[in-house]
């Protein structure tokens, strides 16, 4: 296939050098089944050196390349040129801090994913010999879309709610809280509901549930949200109405 010319309009950013960020517009010649990924690189490695960004795989599966195309977050190795017309701009992923150009400094959304403890915490330890922790098909597929997350932040981007509450610990995070929390192998519900059941955790969600149409992997974090806000509703009624009940 031959080339076509397309338009992209970055934005860069260079702390030592710049005071504010600005768009640069450059003109490339790029293949029709090319991905912005593509577009990228090829500026990169022909044009502009000094362009940075970030990618890994190409396979939308490290989660790596999300940013902004055209006012949306996006993976630009999922984003084809052939579905944009006229100029495409590219911008960091919203809410986050520059690091520089393209890269953001992505330090509060770890801290806020290390706080809910996403990994198993046993019900109980068993000595290897004892072989591995069962379970049944049913008790998979409570958590099993929940597993697909790829910690690409594009939720984080699209929740307006994160935009506003700095606190907030955000759709990703508190989805994968949840995925844990339905695990039958674990035991550390309780650990997890102390951040996620917190205002600044579940309850500052307003269900706009952009986080799920952007979502690449199609995990619905809305969804998970909203069954972590029943489930704390449902332990604040037997905390506080039917204490004998309390588990």
């Known amino acids: 296939m031959g080339e076509r010319p397309v338009e992209l309009e ?9 005071r504010e960020p600005r768009f640069q517009r450059y003109s490339v010649g790029c293949r029709e089944e090319w991905v912005v990924l593509d577009a990228l690189n090829h500026i990169k490695e022909t044009v502009d050196p000094t362009l940075s960004y970030r990618w890994s795989c190409h396979m939308a599966v490290c989660g790596s390349c999300g940013m902004m195309i055209n006012g949306e977050p996006k993976l630009a190795c999922k984003s084809f040129l052939r579905d944009y017309v006229g100029v495409i701009r590219v911008e960091p992923l919203a809410y986050f801090p520059i690091e520089r150009d393209l890269v953001t400094v992505i330090d509060d959304f770890m801290d806020k994913l290390a706080r809910v403890k996403p990994y198993l915490i046993p019900k109980r330890e068993q000595p290897v010999s004892d ?15 929940y597993t697909l997350c ?7 981007a699209a929740c307006p709610q994160y935009g506003l509450i700095p606190k907030y610990i955000g759709p990703a995070a508190i989805a994968l809280a949840h995925r844990y929390n339905q695990d039958s192998r674990d035991g550390g519900r309780d650990q997890r509901q102390e951040e996620i059941a917190a205002t600044e955790g579940v309850w500052d969600c307003s269900f706009v549930g952009a986080c799920s149409e952007v979502c690449p992997e199609h995990v619905d974090p809305a969804g998970a949200l909203q069954q972590v806000k029943i489930a704390s509703t449902v332990d604040w009624y037997r905390e506080h109405l039917m204490p004998w009940k309390k588990k």
Do not use: H, S, V, W
């Open 150 to 156: 790829i910690n690409c932040m594009l939720c984080y």
């Open 10 to 18: 970055i934005l860069r950013y260079n702390p030592e050098t710049d």
């Open 131 to 145: 072989g591995e922790y069962r379970q049944t098909p049913a008790e998979l597929k409570k958590f099993k879309q």
